[in-house]
């Protein structure tokens, strides 16, 4: 039951966040796809942060077809305070995302 509230929470504060997102004039649809790919990372590894990730993986989930793309909207993602993201330049490691702290509802 506990873990279910928190599932509940966490989906609650991702609905939030997006909604917040929908606002933001510098953010185009691909930031809310590749976002929307980092919460699906975030909820795989059980919502722990960090987490890793790599950019074949986030690329397959949000359907970003360009890697210039990719860097340009995940690092604007880092620079608008909805992720921080460290890089790791290993592709076979993976680069470490924070999930943002006290943006649940």
């Not at 004039?25 to 930031?31: A, E, I, V, W, Y």
């Not at 919460?39 to 210039?68: D, E, H, Y």
């Not at 460290?86 to 006290?102: M, T």
């Amino acid at each position: 039951m506990k873990l279910q509230k928190e599932i509940v929470k966490e989906l609650a504060g991702y609905a939030s966040l997006v909604r917040r997102m929908e606002k933001d004039d510098r953010l185009l649809p691909t930031h809310l796809s590749l976002f929307t790919g980092l919460f699906v990372c975030w909820q795989r590894n059980g919502f722990t942060s960090p987490f890793s990730v790599t950019r074949k993986t986030l690329m397959a989930f949000s359907k970003v077809a360009s890697i210039a793309t990719y860097h340009k909207c995940i690092k604007e993602l880092d620079e608008y305070g909805y992720i921080r993201y460290e890089p790791s330049y290993h592709p076979k490691l993976g680069s470490q995302v924070y999930w943002p702290a006290g943006w649940e509802v």
